[in-house]
């Protein structure tokens, strides 16, 4: 299953990622020191359900966050759900079986993004394949914001990616009516959509 890593700014690598026998969620931290990395203890993230897609990344107070798919078998629904750690990943929220904030109420499908724009984290996510949104946190706060679309359509998965420029803005391209586009927001307004290609994509990235 697809996995997430994050580079801090000593080079140590955080690897969030699903286990394959009990589709919990781990992290493992590789340390780099005199121009080596060393592998740590992985840690349990989440052990209940089943848990796909993660997004991790760590905010300017070094606290890391990770959001991820969940799928609630009793249900029958994804959902896109968000933690926190303190303590350098050791302890997730309250522990393993804390399942943390979910950021979507539920629907046949739910992929997200996290990504850290001074002084929001951002879930950027799919939901139900029609909408593609995003919630924030304040670094300082306590609470995650409402949802604000970012695009309505169809066929909006797991194919979008998003990405900050040097002067702060936040552009996301994605996959959406079977084109390829592209909107950016400048922590005022978002900008128009803009049509990158009238093809169906199948993977973007976007720097």
Request: proline share 3%; charged share 10%; net charge negative.
């Amino acid at each position: 299953y697809p996995a997430s890593a994050f580079m801090d700014s000593s080079f140590n690598v955080y690897l969030a990622y699903t286990v394959q026998s009990t589709l919990a969620l781990n992290m493992v931290k590789l340390t780099f020191n005199n121009g080596a990395w060393s592998v740590g203890t992985p840690q349990v993230i989440i052990n209940v359900g089943e848990n796909y897609y993660p997004s991790i990344l760590k905010d300017s107070l070094n606290r890391l966050w990770v959001s991820w798919t969940y799928y609630d078998s009793v249900a029958v629904r994804y959902f896109i759900q968000v933690k926190s750690s303190t303590n350098d990943g050791v302890t997730w929220g309250t522990g393993p079986a804390d399942l943390g904030t979910a950021l979507t109420s539920g629907s046949s499908s739910a992929y997200s993004q996290l990504i850290f724009l001074p002084t929001y984290v951002y879930a950027i996510y799919s939901d139900a394949g029609n909408t593609l949104a995003y919630r924030r946190f304040e670094i300082s706060g306590t609470t995650w914001s409402s949802a604000i679309t970012i695009y309505s359509g169809s066929n909006i998965t797991y194919n979008f990616q998003a990405a900050i420029s040097s002067d702060n803005r936040l552009g996301v391209v994605f996959s959406a009516n079977s084109t390829l586009l592209y909107k950016e927001y400048d922590q005022n307004s978002w900008s128009g959509v803009f049509t990158l290609d009238s093809s169906n994509p199948i993977s973007v990235s976007l720097q």
